[in-house]
């Protein structure tokens, strides 16, 4: 199960994963991201630190928005995983199509650079 916060900082969206991220709670976090997208935000942290675990399918929720925020130069960066959830995100190499940070603080430096 997930439980999924929004709140917004600096003209920046930030949404919260707490808990579980499986196929039934995969679509959770699709209308969390497409609302922050659908509200305009174009800089989007997701804080990972509560994240216990996340399935093939939350990982393709992911995925699925790579050429989207490309094509509408929107930026995304995740922050803050715990060492099996970041594993997850290597072993498919999504490390190396999203930007991953270890903190809040690197992920805000990160996404105002942009």
Request: charged residues 25%; aromatic residues 6%.
């Amino acid at each position: 199960m997930i439980h999924i916060k929004r709140l917004q900082e600096d003209g920046v969206d930030i949404v919260a994963l707490v808990g579980e991220i499986d196929a039934s709670s995969s679509i959770e976090l699709d209308l969390a991201i497409a609302r922050s997208v659908g509200e305009g935000f174009i800089k989007i942290l997701v804080d990972c630190s509560a994240l216990e675990y996340i399935s093939s399918a939350g990982l393709g929720v992911f995925m699925s928005y790579i050429e989207e925020f490309k094509d509408k130069n929107i930026s995304m960066v995740l922050f803050g995983m715990n060492d099996k959830v970041a594993n997850t995100f290597q072993i498919l190499g999504l490390n190396e199509l999203l930007q991953i940070t270890q903190s809040k603080d690197q992920a805000k430096q990160l996404i105002h650079e942009v």
